[in-house]
């Protein structure tokens, strides 16, 4: 049974470019929600996709989106990259109406 | 809104020693509390969780925790670490909404275990 996986697993990236990020649920689940790690830091919730739509979002601007589709996988995309985007993205995903989350490996996305 | 303090960024312990890492939280609603650990280069694993019932939540490798409502605390302990153990742990709360909700992290202890 696969977890969650994501891809790629690296990315290096300039200033004011557009990444897009991937991820594939754990078997079963529908649930996918994704969150930001900079370095030294906790992961900060960016948002959650369920039934291809979104459902929450923190306190992420604009540039962040996001989209799920039909087989639950989802994409991050990330608009005009700042020096500040720089982190660990996880993806973690779950079951509707389930509180515990699976995470992802994670993407390592550094902008110079 | 909720929030999550770890109070200790980093915890020295000699192998075999037993060892404690703190988090409290705040939360206006009830809460669901969670302790995850995070090796190096590696995304998060879940030791353990606290929905409802027993206050004493017993998770894998040998970690649990007690609930406290009244001091609005999660401590995570262990009786005897092994080296194995040396990595970051968060705790989480969750406040329960949305179809499954986000994750409120701290932002970490350090464990780090020696000979």
């Known amino acids: 049974d696969a977890g969650v996986t994501q891809s790629p697993t690296h990315l290096i990236k300039t200033r004011g470019q557009q990444v897009t990020l991937r991820c594939s649920p754990k078997s079963g689940h529908d649930t996918v929600s994704w969150y930001q790690q900079a370095l030294g830091q906790g992961p900060q919730f960016i948002f959650q996709?369920?039934?291809?739509?979104?459902?929450q979002r923190g306190n992420f601007p604009d540039r962040f989106s996001g989209h799920q589709f039909p087989n639950y996988s989802s994409e991050l995309n990330v608009n005009a990259l700042l020096l500040g985007d720089s982190a660990l993205y996880l993806c973690?995903?779950?079951?509707?109406?389930?509180?515990?989350?699976?995470f992802g490996p994670g993407t390592r996305l550094t902008v110079t | 809104a909720q929030s999550v303090t770890q109070l200790d960024s980093q915890v020295p312990v000699f192998e075999e020693a037993p060892v404690e890492l703190r988090c409290n939280y705040s939360s206006s609603v009830s809460v669901y509390l969670f302790w995850y650990v995070q090796y190096p280069n590696q995304g998060l694993q879940l030791l353990l969780k606290y929905l409802s019932g027993s206050t004493l939540v017993k998770g894998i490798n040998g970690f649990e925790a007690e609930f406290n409502k009244s001091q609005t605390s999660f401590h995570l302990r262990k009786p005897s670490v092994h080296i194995s153990d040396t990595a970051e742990y968060f705790c989480a709360v969750s406040d329960g909404s949305g179809t499954a909700s986000k994750l409120t992290f701290g932002t970490g202890t350090r464990l780090q275990v020696t000979l």
């Open positions: 996709y369920y039934e291809e739509e979104e459902r």
């Open positions: 973690a995903s779950s079951l509707v109406g389930d509180y515990e989350q699976y």
